[in-house]
């Protein structure tokens, strides 16, 4: 069956680092015959947007985005074409999610042991090749991530980076129900979304960010306390007050999914002996000091958790189907980009923003 679709449609596309975000209205839309084996064409309805996306525009990283690129990588729709000789069970019409991976070779040791976003031959969406702040996106039938039907397309899309990284990153904290994780970031996109999994997996939340309606959003999604990092002009006295609200020795864990250095400084320093910093939040140019001895002595560990894998994606996506987890959106239109990370850049935005691309 051939789907019509149009040959032109919106996109939002910047030619380099900092250069303006262009929103083009006669962006080209590949057809069937343009789309390669293993190639799939999405429509997209919603996409998140994720401070990665801020970042690639800024050029915030040491590796080189592409040229003339269409960030996203939160997007949410139907599949309307297929590329011919491609082996897939997807089908025309079936609603996939576009993940940060893209693809991956499903063929190399990362690749088997679960590990696929460390594949040598990882593409990324929005960042190495276009994503999701367009109509239409190719991704790869072996990448994208089916979502099941009853899930609402502006729910799902949160889900597909943002929600899969923070259960990813809990799972790589190895905390157990019962005891006490940190979440550093916690009103983010990233942050709002980890204290609902950590909630749902059974951990005691202690959310760290700022603000009353960052506040009210972790209460709401079941964060035992709450710790604004505004309020604490010595550091020395966050960490005490952090400690004392787990036991007096810290929590198990912290997942620092926050965008700026700051985030990092004391992690190591609150989290109890035996327990582990997650670093997920990927701000520019900043290091995590650690001091041997005491990280021998108090046996800490130090865990990089990248995204997650497509096992990951579809167990991220249940809890959201089951309203174990449910992300807090504001739908906006795509171009009102520009706005979006203007609020972003500030830390004005508590939960997600969702695009709405049509
Ligand atoms: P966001 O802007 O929505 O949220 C960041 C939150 O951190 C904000 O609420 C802000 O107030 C808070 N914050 C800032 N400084 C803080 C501090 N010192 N202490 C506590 N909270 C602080 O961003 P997001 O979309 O949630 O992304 C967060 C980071 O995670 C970005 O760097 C992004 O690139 C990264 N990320 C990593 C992965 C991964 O696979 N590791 C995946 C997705 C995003
Ligand atoms: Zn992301």
Redesign the pocket.
């Known amino acids: 069956m051939t789907h019509q679709h149009p040959k032109t449609a919106c996109a939002m596309i910047f030619e380099d680092s900092n250069s303006p975000l262009e929103y083009k209205t006669d962006h080209p839309v590949p057809q069937q015959a343009d789309l390669k084996p293993g190639e799939v064409l999405v429509k997209v309805e919603y996409s998140g947007v994720?401070?990665?996306d801020l970042?690639a525009w800024k050029g915030d990283w040491p590796a080189a985005a592409k040229k003339n690129l269409v960030g996203g990588h939160e997007g949410a729709g139907p599949i309307v074409a297929i590329g011919e000789g491609t082996l897939t069970n997807l089908k025309v019409g079936q609603n996939v999610g576009i993940k940060?991976l893209a693809d991956s070779c499903l063929d190399c040791e990362n690749c088997r042991g679960g590990s696929e976003a460390t594949c040598a031959q990882a593409q990324c969406s929005g960042y190495s090749v276009d994503g999701s702040f367009q109509q239409y996106a190719v991704s790869y039938a072996r990448h994208v991530t089916p979502i099941p039907d009853g899930l609402p397309l502006e729910v799902a899309a949160p889900i597909l980076?943002?929600g899969v990284?923070v259960y990813r990153a809990l799972l790589n904290s190895s905390a157990r129900a019962g005891q006490f994780v940190a979440i550093?970031?916690?009103?983010?996109?990233?942050?709002h979304l980890a204290v609902q999994y950590a909630s749902a997996m059974g951990f005691r939340v202690v959310a760290?960010?700022?603000g009353a309606d960052?506040k009210k959003l972790c209460a709401s999604y079941g964060a035992d306390k709450f710790i604004d990092?505004k309020d604490y002009k010595n550091p020395e006295d966050m960490i005490k007050a952090i400690k004392a609200e787990c036991d007096g020795v810290g929590p198990h864990a912290a997942v620092v999914?926050?965008?700026?250095a700051?985030?990092y400084e004391q992690a190591l320093e609150y989290i109890r002996p035996t327990g582990t910093l997650v670093a997920?939040?990927?701000?520019p140019d900043t290091f995590i000091k650690a001091n041997v001895f005491f990280t021998v002595f108090h046996s800490k560990r130090i865990v990089g958790?990248?995204?997650g894998n497509r096992q990951d994606a579809e167990e991220a996506l249940d809890f959201a189907l089951r309203g174990k987890v449910s992300p807090r959106i504001e739908v906006c239109p795509l171009k009102q980009l520009p706005e979006v990370y203007e609020r972003?850049e500030k830390?004005q935005?508590?939960g997600?923003v969702v695009l709405k691309n049509f």
């Open positions: 994720c401070h990665t970042h940060w980076c943002a990284t550093v970031g916690a009103g983010g996109g990233l942050g760290i960010d700022t960052k990092f999914a926050a965008a700026g700051a985030a997920v939040g990927l701000p958790s990248y995204v972003m830390g935005l508590a997600r």
